[in-house]
């Protein structure tokens, strides 16, 4: 048995948010009916690199059943209206306002029904302020500050996945299992809301107390820590970069004892305690880059090992594709074809349904069976 099985979510959803966080659910188990607009889902749209379906869609879809529903017809404000009365959990992520408009806002709900759990996803918030701005990833990366302590010095960068859909998703995922153990205990549902900004800004409080406390944002450090060294990218004789990780003075010891023999380093007063080599960066890369001239990668490697000092490879996404750590999950798309991505982040006992039930659904591949089973009933 699965932790959410027999729990019905319903969602008018789209882009990445919303649907990240009913996926989670319908991968618990529950059932999820994804309510589209006509057309479907822009996101269907994005691309076509999962075998002629959207990457993003059907990362994020499998699992779920597909009904289009117009809110100005009346039969679909209806059923919508059904669904919801019987639904353990509605999830929106509309424009601001446009769910309230349409009547199934979700303090009326609510109101309506009251074991429902409500959860709104939106780009700022419903504050008066913001409300006309749109909310898409990279705008808010942008908006939040994100963007500006990313990159290289002379560079801004965006960081290259849509980490603030994603965070949306996953806050919106987590509340709404608070509020299921919340109604257990009372009977009664909530509302739980989230924003793209809202989990940008959480992500951003280091930068913003240094801000507002400390000596000033952190800088753009490129492939270096800002507020750590050494914890950085440093480059060996055969051309490749290794991410190498101290976190205390005993690792420091040993990085220069045992990978780069140099054990006086580790008391020079240039370098003797983590301020002091954050100031002096730059002279202490330049030291430690002439050792790293006389390794490759595999020897360098070999040492931060056997002195069990933390260190990646900076890979590619072919890199990736053949990681030993890459755990995968097969999905068959709307088109019948099997794509094979990364499975979901969490594991646990009763994870890994295999492919049974976990389609990417063809837009509205479901709404004339739904129609009939909540109308009809």
Request: with cysteine; charged share 25%; proline share 4%.
């Amino acid at each position: 048995m699965l932790p959410l099985e027999g729990l019905l979510v319903v969602s008018v959803e789209q882009a990445v948010a919303a649907p990240l966080c009913t996926a989670r659910l319908a991968d618990a188990g529950a059932r999820v009916i994804k309510i589209e607009r006509e057309g479907g889902d822009f996101a269907r749209k994005y691309d076509t690199a999962a075998k002629g379906d959207s990457s993003y869609f059907a990362w994020i879809n499998h699992g779920k059943e597909s009904v289009v529903l117009d809110f100005k017809k009346k039969d679909d404000q209806t059923l919508l209206d059904v669904l919801i009365s019987e639904a353990d959990v509605f999830v929106q992520n509309l424009a601001p306002g446009a769910a309230e408009r349409a009547g199934f806002g979700s303090e009326v709900m609510r109101n309506r029904h009251p074991k429902l759990i409500t959860c709104d996803i939106s780009g700022y918030g419903d504050g008066p302020d913001m409300q006309g701005m749109k909310a898409y990833d990279f705008l808010v990366q942008a908006e939040s500050g994100l963007v500006s302590v990313s990159g290289g010095p002379n560079e801004l960068g965006r960081i290259g996945v849509s980490v603030c859909d994603i965070g949306a998703g996953m806050a919106a995922h987590a509340a709404i299992l608070e509020a299921l153990l919340l109604r257990g205990k009372t009977g009664r549902g909530s509302g739980v809301k989230t924003s793209l900004f809202d989990v940008a800004a959480e992500w951003m409080t280091v930068p913003l107390m240094h801000f507002e406390y400390g000596n000033g944002a952190p800088t753009r450090q490129g492939l270096r820590h800002p507020s750590i060294a050494p914890y950085g990218a440093y480059r060996t004789s055969d051309g490749i970069d290794t991410v190498i990780s101290i976190q205390n003075e005993r690792e420091w010891q040993r990085l220069c004892e045992q990978v780069l023999g140099r054990p006086e380093m580790a008391s020079d007063p240039r370098f003797h305690s983590n301020n002091i080599r954050v100031a002096n960066r730059a002279v202490m890369d330049e030291e430690i880059g002439v050792v790293l001239a006389t390794m490759t990668s595999a020897q360098l490697r070999q040492r931060l090992l056997d002195a069990s000092i933390a260190f990646g490879g900076l890979n590619s996404v072919a890199d990736l594709s053949k990681h030993r750590a890459l755990r995968r999950r097969s999905v068959r798309n709307s088109l019948g074809q099997f794509v094979h991505m990364p499975a979901a982040a969490a594991a646990a006992s009763w994870s890994g349904k295999g492919t049974e039930g976990c389609d990417v659904p063809s837009t509205g591949d479901s709404t004339d069976a739904v129609r009939n089973e909540f109308l009809n009933h």
